[in-house]
């Protein structure tokens, strides 16, 4: 075997010559790469004992894509094009050797191959979309030329991974190899190709599928229409859609052009860098300084839940979709019994939709044992409580896992705001003790919060962000204080929210506002989904606020079928006169002049407080870096995607100018716009708090 480069080895095998490509972690197409396989291509292809070229990859995948943190630099060495032209060109036949993943312009050069072999275990994808990109090495034109464009589509804007069958299927793949054997059969079927004289296949010829739809729009517009909900916001499904309206009306080259020119615009954008900066922050999140990868770790193979109210259940359910059983706990037969049944209907509401068989909802069921015994949970692994928010019932809890549970259990408690340390401070394993706050629907929501108390042991940490992972989901380490750092920072955007109401700002304006930056819904929409009632009490209630005026009228939200709106019987919200009165008394009471606040500072004054609630939780050390408290934002709240996160969204404004805004504001509406000291900091001396660390 000959080294063409650090990265890159030439060899033969018979009269194939074999390329194979090692740049861990996942291959992806740095310059070295690019470098490596244009040189090797060239020799392989001179070389006259060879008559065909494999390429192929070591370690855990095939090629994952271009090098995304080469994204926005100086361009270095041979351009993809180059290489790409290269193989299509060879006077060879080329045979890309597919396993683990052939992605984005992974699978963009595995296309210019002449033909592609794979392991069944192998995954295909053009996931550009994710990253607010589009396939810009010539994908969106080869791809419909195999799978036709109707599923070119599909996979381009969803950027979902086909496996091999599929792939198979689909024409995406020539044949399959035996698992664990893909070099002797990509080599084999080299061999074969030159015995049977195939041609050098070039997908860029083939036109027969993209011709087919050239003249009906209506595709298009249908496909447009189907998706427009889901792609919201978003620039690049877009783009997407119009490189493979160009596949099928222009010519190849042409249609390369057009691609080029969008991938362009949608890269120098701010969506994409938006959406490249999550994906190293969706990465970045799992790593914590003081607890490293290698710490040790509790095994966990079984899970107590006390509490089998929404979120109890909800919970209890991440954990038998696992295989991991549970056991929960309530305090009344009939509380169990209800829980049990909403858990039930939840799976059976997915195997309607089809998403399992009703064997598979059995088997989950039965992975869950009910009981209104406490003791029953002492010998599992891991207990989570899920009870309701009072500190009073936290500790009683408390104090009985302490006495009950074996030694080296993990104490988990699914608070959204109280106190941790004090929950702990009843036992006496605090170490043992961590917060898992889960979101509501706890099986639907991506986000956990990991709350770390102060005696909070690091292997309970590592077990925590790893069963998090297991069961699917984001985590992020974050630390104990009011709200922990969702809630907190939600309650910032929540006082400014009231700021603008009381003066003169309806619900309705704000929450367009807010879905029109691309939140899924508003600040009011939110409460009257949730409930007003929460936390009110009707034998307490005063008529002191807007909301407990709208309680008293049974004005508690969606669920009345009226809240701050007024809801039809399909939910759909309309603005409300009798809430809009109730607003007016309040503002003319506390002797407010009423006025409507322009689009624009509605948007910045619900924002900026979130920035600098998250500056003042950074600067406390309850977040690790700012891209966590982003990461939080995107899974747990719905913040757009394309934005990147408060902090992120910050950062692209530019921190000097986001000071500014906020010494507007900051003599009328108060502390939330006093720029925070970590702020004023950054912006003093020209950084972002994507670069800021604890010291
Ligand atoms: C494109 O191709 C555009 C082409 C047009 C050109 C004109 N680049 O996810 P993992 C790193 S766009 C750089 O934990 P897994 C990752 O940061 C690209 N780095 O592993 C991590 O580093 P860390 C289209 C990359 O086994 C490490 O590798 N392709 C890239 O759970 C391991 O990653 C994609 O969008 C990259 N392309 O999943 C595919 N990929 O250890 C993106 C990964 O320092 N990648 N890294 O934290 C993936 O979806 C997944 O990484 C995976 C492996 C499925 C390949």
Known sequence: MAAINAVTDLSNVGKVSVITLNSPPVNALSADVRDGLAAAFKQAGADASTNAIVLICAGRTFIAGADISEFGKAPRGASLFEVQTSIENSPKPVIGAIHGTALGGGLEVALCCHYRVAVPSAKCGLPEVHLGLLPGAGGTQRLPRIVGPEKALEMVTSGSHMGAKQCLAMGLVDELAEEGKLREAAIAFAEKVVAEKRPLRKVRDSNEKVEALRGKPEVFAAFRKANARKFRGFMAPESNIKCIEAAVNLPFDEGLKEE??????????????????????EREVWKIPDVPADTPQIPVNTVGIIGAGTMGGGIAMNFVNVGIPVIIVETTQEALDRGMKVVRGNYE????????????????????????????????????????????VKKEIFTKLDAIMKPGAILGTNTSALNIDEIASVTKRPHDVIGLHFFSPANVMRLLEVVRADHTSKPVIATSMAIAKKIGKIAALVGVCPGFVGNRILAARRRAAEQLLMSGTMPWDIDRVLYDFGFPMGVYAMS????LDLGWVKAESKGLTIRDRLCELDRRGQKTGKGWYDYDENRNPTPSPVTEGIIKEFITKAGNTPRQAPDDEILERCLLPMINEGAKILAERKAIRASDIDIIYQAGYGFPAYRGGPMFYADQMGLDKVVARMKHYAPQWGADFEPAALLAELAASGKRFQDWRAA
Not at 361 to 390: G, N
């Open 349 to 392: 509401r997915s195997a309607k939709n089809g998403r399992f068989t009703m064997e598979q909802v059995e088997q989950r069921m039965a992975l869950i044992k009910p009981t209104t015994k406490l003791e029953d949970i002492a010998q599992v692994d891991l207990v989570i409580e899920a009870v309701f928010e009072r500190m009073e």
């Open 260 to 281: 080029r020119r969008l991938f362009t615009e949608l890269m120098s954008g701010p969506q994409s860098a938006a959406q490249r900066y999550t994906f190293f922050a």
């Open 528 to 531: 009257d989904l949730a409930g």
